[in-house]
């Protein structure tokens, strides 16, 4: 049975806090402005990671966004391995996050039934 933390997961998390630095102060294309990296899902393998990210801006933005990261790709990827202590480091492929736009819409939702219920009483 896989323990609660497992080492994919460590890995990750090591992966998205040295990510999280190399996107703010390495990648210089224009397109990648204020990026956060939300999670990384780390295959079993540790052959594929899951960038997720999360922008400000709508659709159009989001995409040069990921465009521009992609694009970035093999150059993170190689910073990566020079501070990973791993065997290969793992193919980068970034998605956009749409968590946080849910919760947000999820809690407009409430706040207007709530208020709606008050207004009803």
């Known amino acids: 049975m896989a323990q609660e933390f497992s080492r994919?997961?460590?890995?990750?998390?090591?992966?998205?806090?040295?990510?999280?630095q190399l996107i703010q102060r390495e990648v210089k294309d224009p397109r990648v402005g204020m990026v956060t990296?939300?999670?990384?899902?780390?295959?079993?393998?540790f052959d594929h990671a899951k960038v997720y990210i999360s922008?400000?801006?709508d659709a159009e933005k989001i995409a040069s966004t990921l465009k521009g990261?992609?694009?970035?790709?093999?150059?993170?990827?190689?910073?990566?391995?020079?501070?990973?202590?791993l065997r290969s480091t793992p193919k980068l492929v970034f998605q956009y996050d749409a968590s946080?736009?849910?919760?947000?819409?999820?809690?407009?939702?409430?706040?207007s039934a709530v208020a709606a219920d008050k207004k009803a009483n």
């Open 55 to 57: 922008v400000l801006g």
């Open 37 to 45: 990296v939300t999670d990384v899902k780390v295959s079993k393998d």
């Open 100 to 111: 946080l736009e849910e919760g947000n819409r999820l809690s407009s939702l409430i706040d």
């Open 8 to 20: 994919a997961r460590r890995v990750g998390e090591q992966i998205q806090q040295i990510l999280a």
């Open 69 to 85: 990261l992609d694009h970035a790709a093999g150059f993170l990827r190689t910073e990566l391995s020079h501070q990973l202590k």
